[in-house]
C-alpha cells in the first residue's frame, strides 16, 4: 500500500460537530455517576475561559508529532485559522499538520460539483503562509485531505483533477463523508443512503481515486463499520484513513449503553484490522456525539480523566490495528468542545508510556509521515 503513486496528468489539468441537541451518555469507571438524562445543546464554539480552568504541563514537549486531523474555518462565532490552530499547537511539538475537509470556504458560483475547490483553494493560502516560515517552526496543512462527491461516478474524474490541481503538492486524499444516523443523534434527517459505501454509484466515483494516487478517510459511526471493511475488500489497491475510532456513538438511543456499543465495536474493528490497506486514526471521540458530555462539566477534565475514559477504546485499536498503522490525532477544533489541546496529546502520552521508542514514534509521527506521503521536516 505504501507504493501507490500519483498518476501525472498536470499539463491536461492546468489545461482545464454536530450541533444536535442529545442525551448524554455515563462515564465508565467513577464517572458513571455524573449519567445525566436531560437534552442539552452542544455550545456553538470552544470556550477559552472554560477550558484554561484545567491546566496541566505538557509531558515529554520534546516528542516530536504529526497532527493528521484537524479543520479551519470561519463561521459566526467560531473562527479557527492559523492563529488560533498555533495558538492551541504552540505547547507540544507539532511538526507538521493535515488538514481534514469541514465544508469550509467553497466557491459562491460556478458548477455545484467544483465548488467544494474553494476549500482546498482556501487551505493551500494558509499553508503557504505557514511555509513561508514567518508563523514559527511549526508546518500548517502539509497535507490536505479535501471533498468530493463520489456519488458522481465517472464524472467525479475532472473534480478530482481541478482538486489536486488547487493544491499539487499538498492535496493527498478524499472524504465522503458516510457517518449516516437518524434522528436525535444527527440534527436533521440524512439526504444520502444510509449504506452510502455500498451504493454502485458512488463505488464507481471511488473507483478513480487509486488512479490518482488518492486516499479515502472512512468516516462512519460504529453501525456502519462492516460497510467498510467491504469496501476495502473491493479496492484493495486504495488507502483507507479509518477515521474518529469509527464514531462510537453515546447519546439519542446510545445514551448510557456505553459498554454495549464496546462490546458491538470491539469485534468489527478487530475484523476490519484484518484489511491491510486500512490504517487508524485514533481520536477523535470527545464530539458531542460520542456521549460523554465533558462540554457540560463545570471544568474540563484532566488527561487521566480522559485517559480512563478513552483507555479502553484506544487499546483496542492500537492491538487489532499495530502501532505501525496507528497514528494519534486532535480533531480539533471539533473536539476542542472538550477538552485542551494540551490536555488531549498528554492523554496520548500516558497512554503510551509501556510501547517501545519505535511504536511511539509511529503513532505520534511516522505513519502519518508515511500514509500522507509528507515531507520529512
Known sequence: MDDITRRTFFGRAAAGALGAAAVTAGLPGSMRARAQSRRTAAPSGPRADWLALTDEAVLEPELPIIDPHHHLWDRPGNR????????????????QTVFVECTSMYRADGPEELRIVGETEFVQGIAAMSASGQYGETRVATGIVGSANLRLGDRVAPVLEAQIAASPQRFRGVRHRAAWAEPPVVAR????????????????????LRPYGLTFEGWIYHTHIADLADLADAFPDTVIIFNHLGGPIGIGPYAGRRDEV?????????????RPNVVAKVGGIQMVVNGYGWHERDRPPTSDELLEANGDWYR???????????MFESNFPVDKLSCSYTVLWNQFKKLTRGFSADERAAMFHDTALRVYRLPRI
Open 189 to 208: 434527517r440524512p439526504t444520502g443512503p444510509e449504506h452510502l459505501l455500498l451504493d454502485p454509484e458512488f463505488r464507481r466515483g471511488y473507483a478513480h
Open 80 to 95: 479557527y485559522l492559523l492563529d488560533e490552530l498555533l495558538e492551541d499547537t504552540n505547547t507540544h511539538k507539532i511538526r
Open 316 to 326: 483496542h485499536i492500537i492491538e487489532a490495528f499495530g502501532p505501525r498503522r496507528c
Open 262 to 274: 464496546f462490546e458491538v465495536w470491539k469485534p468489527a474493528v478487530t475484523e476490519l484490522a484484518r
